[in-house]
């Protein structure tokens, strides 16, 4: 019905104002109506840009779908998406919010996306430079874009991201499969076949090491002989990462986990879902928690009209409850995180490194990588079926010279520049610290240029 949707979004970061989008329709690109504004942001959105709004079915559907708002937030300044509803056959219908999530953990920004012929909704990005203008003209290039990737209808209100199957058509050279690698702590091995700076690595990685331990484990690419410059991708517990991370597990609105409390308490009348969240992450025993505005009768350790916060020694299985203003989320295991660091991927002063963190609890623990059809669903410590100290996670990664998109899952995507300098920097290494490592599979291309 809706032919072509554009949307186009203004914000006020010089006075404080919250960013707003208003949204356009036309049928034919020639006429339009107005709904006018449609969407509303957070204060701390402060503005954005390149904003996108599109449907994206459920696998299998025609009729059933979610509706999403992509847009650049100039803080952070990348991607993120607000996973909603709105009724576009009610003039003036606001765009209702129910969650919000990372698009890319890393820097691409400017997203924006098309149906193709084969009913895929595809989203790309731009990969904006850091470096001077001098050395973009040196190097005779500024700015990349992403390649495509698909957009996924996921449980929760939340959306995903994998390749499409037909990247395949970039594939040069198969570079071998391997299985069964084990590294045990302190140990590396370089991979002389896997070399190159335009690759494509699918890998599956488990990691058993205590749940103590600071441990990382996973690729060193891009690496020169001599390990002065490399890219790293791992697996790992960051000491930096555990209040950050856990309390970035997305939240979903009007759930409930039903069961398993082992405290519930009132909390203050300006509170919000995070704040039981972080009460959550703050104690070793939470593993997930509900919080309900206003609760309409005594219960527990709340009293009638309180707002609740109740916190779980489990994860029972979300349902809707539309009778209760209710959020829901998880604790998982935050220690863990897929790390890409940059810090040490060129030698040259211009290259700002940086190291980006994907918590691995974003990921829906039901949830199998789409890009591996034997792996199995990555699930978090001290859920049922899983030995407590282990870790086993997909990772695809796509190497273009100066690109890196990094797929974790199948779904979570982190996407950076990197600025080799030196000829042989086009190692692969594998390594495990404080931990042991198995790389139960590793797959690898040589990736060709598009023309």
């Not at 470096?131 to 700015?143: C, V």
């Amino acid at each position: 019905v809706h032919a072509c949707v554009h949307v186009f979004a203004v914000g006020d970061p010089v006075t404080g104002g919250t960013p707003v989008a208003y949204l356009y329709e036309s049928a034919d690109l020639i006429t339009w109506t107005s709904h006018g504004v449609f969407w509303h942001g957070d204060t701390a959105d402060v503005a954005i840009s390149g904003v996108d709004f599109f449907r994206v079915y459920d696998s299998g559907s025609t009729t059933a779908f979610q509706q999403v708002l992509m847009a650049t937030l100039q803080q952070p300044g990348n991607a993120f998406y607000y996973s909603g509803k709105v009724d576009l056959s009610a003039p003036s219908s606001p765009f209702t919010v129910l969650t919000k999530h990372h698009a890319d953990y890393g820097s691409l920004q400017y997203t924006s996306s098309v149906t193709d012929d084969l009913d895929r909704r595809l989203v790309i990005g731009l990969l904006p430079e850091t470096r001077s203008a001098a050395w973009q003209a040196h190097d005779g290039y500024s700015g990349i874009i992403s390649l495509p990737r698909v957009a996924l209808s996921l449980p929760q209100y939340q959306i995903g991201f994998k390749m499409p199957a037909d990247i395949s058509n970039l594939y040069g050279k198969s570079l071998g499969t391997l299985t069964g690698i084990t590294l045990n702590p302190a140990e590396t091995e370089l991979m002389p076949l896997l070399s190159g700076n335009q690759l494509s690595i699918s890998a599956t990685l488990s990691v058993t090491a205590p749940v103590s331990d600071i441990f990382s484990a996973g690729f060193r690419i891009l690496a020169s002989t001599n390990m002065s410059e490399y890219t790293t991708v791992a697996l790992s517990n960051n000491p930096d990462a555990p209040a950050g991370s856990c309390n970035e597990i997305p939240i979903t609105k009007g759930f409930d986990r039903s069961g398993q409390d082992y405290r519930s308490f009132a909390m203050a009348s300006t509170a919000v879902p995070s704040d039981c969240r972080a009460a959550c992450c703050n104690e070793t025993k939470c593993k997930s928690w509900v919080f309900v505005f206003g609760l309409p009768f005594t219960f527990q350790s709340c009293s009638t009209g309180s707002n609740c916060c109740f916190l779980k020694s489990g994860v029972p299985p979300l349902k809707p409850n539309k009778a209760l203003n209710i959020s829901a989320g998880e604790a998982g295991e935050p220690n863990t995180v897929l790390s890409v660091s940059t810090l040490k991927s060129s030698l040259s002063p211009e290259a700002t490194g940086q190291e980006t963190h994907v918590p691995i609890s974003s990921v829906p623990p039901d949830l199998r990588s789409s890009q591996h059809t034997t792996a199995q669903p990555f699930r978090r410590h001290g859920e049922q079926g899983t030995p407590p100290a282990s870790n086993q996670v997909d990772i695809a990664m796509f190497i273009d010279r100066s690109v890196l998109e990094v797929f974790v899952q199948g779904t979570l995507v982190i996407t950076e520049r990197v600025y080799p300098t030196l000829a042989d920097s086009i190692g692969v290494q594998l390594f495990a610290t404080n931990c042991t490592a198995t790389f139960v599979s590793i797959e690898a291309f040589d990736m060709q240029d598009a023309s």
